[in-house]
């Protein structure tokens, strides 16, 4: 179990990371989303202790990180960004290298390399040069060093970026099979990765957590509380008083409608209360035919974009739905 | 720590730096050998090493530029500082990889001595005393260069910072000899110096009223020492700049035959000085 507590890091004025706590358990997979410089990284490189925060801590079955370091980082595995490989040695060197420097008893090294080797489908290369490798390989490579000797906390900075579509699945399966014993945090900016994987979603935006908890119970959080309706009614307003006697209604606001004879609305809920059997009940009674009535729940994507444009300025804010429109169109 | 020192070890001589180094301080050792001893006839080794300081002006930076530095340019302190060992075990790891890959010519360089003795008189007291004296002052360069190579992620510019610092080094006698030995001289000096911490400190601090009460408070002081006690300025520069010497440590040894002892902890405690501030850089980069 690993809780990060009110981590705050500061570059300058620039705060990187403002004031972020959550706890991740055993046997669960998370999964950090946030845009590009959300802080996502700069949270696991504090979190595994690369960088030492402005202020917080970060308690590794209750031992602190700052205050017994080289203790608390025997319970964590890190993949960074970039792969950390010494490409001047082969995969088997450079994962025995590694297993020393975890100290894994002598007597076990040999086989705990075999079992990384073998869960990163690294057997053809082992004897190769890093140097030699490609990206793939590479990656996995820093794979296996993250989970040799299968520490309790695995973190994967971005662990599919740059890998073929094959190898993604492959590393995604591998997450998921990981996730079963042991705490896997992974950060992602694609948001499929993060719905199809983890039990546990965080989104981060300028260093905050904006959102906490599985993919269903944000979606539940989330729904949208605007329901979209269309009438075939001549009268907006007899519509609009029989609407908003309704319970669980608490605005009616006419939308635009070009059709003769028919009146758009938009409704706006009570988060807790779902009044469409009402209203269709109503309209029914007033002999008031319902043409269209839409109540979305949003998807991970749709929450993620709201939840993170709110924050954004306008002049990034092109930019921004540029970026979540290509993330719907990869899905 | 082992871990460390053996893959470092292992990637001098995984590349061409390990027997690039060793091929270089050998030739040089070998050559001043066969000029002074073998040719010359000169039955002292000890001669022959204090004359081939300069070497390590070269030799140093090529083996220290890349220790520190590449694993920045590689990103691969990141797995160091995220693995179960400390800053100090892998900075000491590094340091003794190299000079382990030092102490191969060093090792070589014990069989001169022997040489001169089985041809006739030789002084192996002082030539074993002045091998091991220059092998700290190589130790010492290495830390400085270590250092160097922790403050930035290209080795060229590791090596060439490293370069410069074991030049300034290694003239230091000659350069300190230039100072103003006059006592307001030494004053104007003092004062110069004085602006230089601080404002050293202010861009470290970026506390202004802190570095101009340091400046304020070391003025008044070099004022009223100068009023008060001008006499003790004449040569004051000289003469505490010139006790920093490396060489001459090593001069003691080689050309006076002096078991400097306590140049022996000199050297020493700046080797532990310099690992201490190469491990200080490497916990400030985490922190800011």
Same mark, same amino acid.
């Given at each position: 179990m690993i809780e990060v507590r009110n981590l705050v890091k500061r570059y300058g004025d620039r705060l990187a990371v403002d004031n972020l706590s959550f706890t991740a358990e055993k046997g669960r997979i998370y999964g950090f989303l946030g845009p590009n410089g959300a802080g996502k990284t700069t949270t696991m490189n504090i979190m595994t202790g690369y960088l030492g925060p402005t202020s917080g801590d970060v308690i590794v079955d209750g031992r602190s990180m700052l205050e017994d370091p080289e203790e608390v980082k025997r319970f964590i595995g890190y993949l960074p960004e970039h792969p950390p490989l010494y490409i001047d040695m082969t995969v088997s060197e450079y994962l025995t290298f590694a297993a020393e420097l975890k100290k894994i008893p002598k007597s076990r090294q040999k086989?705990?390399?075999e079992k990384a080797?073998?869960?990163?489908?690294?057997?053809?290369?082992?004897?190769?040069?890093?140097?030699?490798?490609?990206?793939?390989?590479?990656?996995?490579?820093?794979?296996?060093?993250?989970?040799?000797?299968?520490?309790?906390?695995?973190?994967?900075?971005?662990?599919?970026?740059?890998?073929?579509?094959?190898?993604?699945?492959?590393i995604r399966d591998l997450i998921r099979s990981l996730g079963r014993e042991h705490t896997v945090i992974f950060s992602s900016h694609i948001l499929s990765e993060v719905q199809e994987v983890c039990d546990h979603v965080l989104i981060i935006h300028r260093g905050k957590l904006?959102?906490?908890?599985?993919?269903?119970?944000?979606?539940?959080?989330?729904?949208?509380?605007?329901?979209?309706?269309?009438?075939?009614?001549?009268?907006?307003?007899?519509?609009?008083?029989?609407?908003?006697?309704?319970?669980?209604?608490?605005?009616?606001?006419e939308d635009k409608n070009d059709q003769p004879g028919q009146?758009?609305?938009?409704?706006?809920?009570?988060?807790?209360?779902?009044?469409?059997?009402?209203?269709?009940?109503?309209?029914?009674?007033?002999?008031?035919?319902?043409?269209?009535?839409?109540?979305?729940?949003?998807?991970?994507e749709q929450i993620f974009l709201s939840l993170t444009a709110d924050n954004v300025q306008p002049a990034d804010s092109s930019v921004f739905n540029q970026f979540g429109k290509q993330e719907v169109e990869e899905l | 720590?082992?871990?460390?020192?053996?893959?470092?070890?292992?990637?001098?001589?995984?590349?061409?730096? *390990?027997?690039?180094?060793? #091929? @270089?301080?050998?030739?040089? =050792?070998?050559?001043?050998?066969?000029?002074?001893?073998?040719?010359?006839?000169?039955?002292?080794?000890?001669?022959?090493?204090?004359?081939?300081?300069?070497?390590?002006?070269?030799?140093?930076?090529?083996l220290t530029m890349k220790s520190m530095a590449e694993e920045l340019r590689l990103k691969t302190d990141q797995m160091l500082l995220t693995y179960p060992v400390s800053v100090t075990k892998v900075v000491l790891g590094k340091f003794l990889a190299m000079v382990t890959v030092f102490a191969v010519p060093m090792l070589l360089a014990a069989f001169c001595p022997l040489i001169i003795a089985f041809n006739g008189t030789s002084y192996l007291g002082t030539d074993y005393a002045t091998i091991l004296v220059f092998f700290l002052l190589g130790c010492l360069f290495i830390s400085v *260069?270590?250092?160097?190579? #922790? @403050?930035?992620?290209?080795? =060229?510019?590791?090596?060439f910072g490293t370069f410069g610092l074991l030049l300034l080094l290694y003239l230091w006698p000659q350069l300190v000899s230039y100072l103003p030995t006059t006592a307001w001289g030494t004053a104007a000096?003092?004062?110069?110096?004085?602006?230089?911490?601080?404002?050293?400190?202010?861009?470290?601090?970026?506390?202004?009223?802190?570095?101009?009460?340091?400046?304020?408070?070391?003025?008044?002081?070099?004022?009223?020492g100068y009023l008060l006690a001008g006499s003790s300025f004449d040569r004051l520069l000289p003469r505490v700049l010139s006790s920093f010497s490396c060489t001459k440590v090593l001069d003691n040894f080689a050309a006076y035959n002096v078991f400097d002892l306590g140049g022996l902890f000199f050297y020493l405690s700046c080797t532990a000085l310099f690992l201490y501030l190469t491990v200080q850089v490497v916990q400030r980069r985490r922190w800011n």
């Open positions: 086989s705990e390399i080797v073998e869960y990163t489908f690294l057997q053809d290369v082992s004897g190769r040069l890093i140097r030699n490798l490609s990206k793939g390989y590479r990656q996995r490579v820093g794979l296996a060093q993250a989970i040799l000797g299968f520490p309790e906390i695995i973190i994967l900075d971005e662990p599919t970026v740059g890998l073929d579509p094959k190898q993604i699945m492959e904006l959102a906490n908890g599985t993919p269903e119970e944000l979606e539940r959080q989330m729904r949208n509380t605007t329901l979209e309706l269309t009438v075939r009614s001549s009268s907006l307003e007899q519509v609009k008083n029989m609407l908003l006697a309704l319970p669980g209604v608490v605005s009616v606001v009146v758009s609305l938009k409704i706006e809920t009570a988060p807790d209360i779902d009044p469409r059997d009402d209203i269709f009940y109503a309209c029914a009674e007033n002999r008031t035919p319902i043409l269209t009535l839409r109540g979305l729940d949003m998807s991970l | 720590m082992i871990a460390i020192y053996k893959r470092e070890l292992r990637s001098y001589f995984n590349s061409m730096i *390990g027997y690039i180094f060793i #091929a @270089l301080v050998v030739a040089i =050792i070998g050559i001043y050998f066969m000029a002074n001893n073998l040719v010359g006839g000169y039955p002292r080794f000890s001669h022959t090493l204090g004359s081939i300081v300069f070497i390590f002006l070269i030799a140093i930076p090529i *260069g270590q250092l160097v190579s #922790a @403050l930035t992620e290209s080795q =060229i510019i590791a090596a000096a003092l004062v110069i110096i004085l602006t230089g911490i601080a404002f050293l400190l202010y861009s470290m601090t970026r506390n202004k009223l802190l570095s101009l009460v340091v400046e304020a408070v070391g003025l008044i002081a070099i004022v009223v």
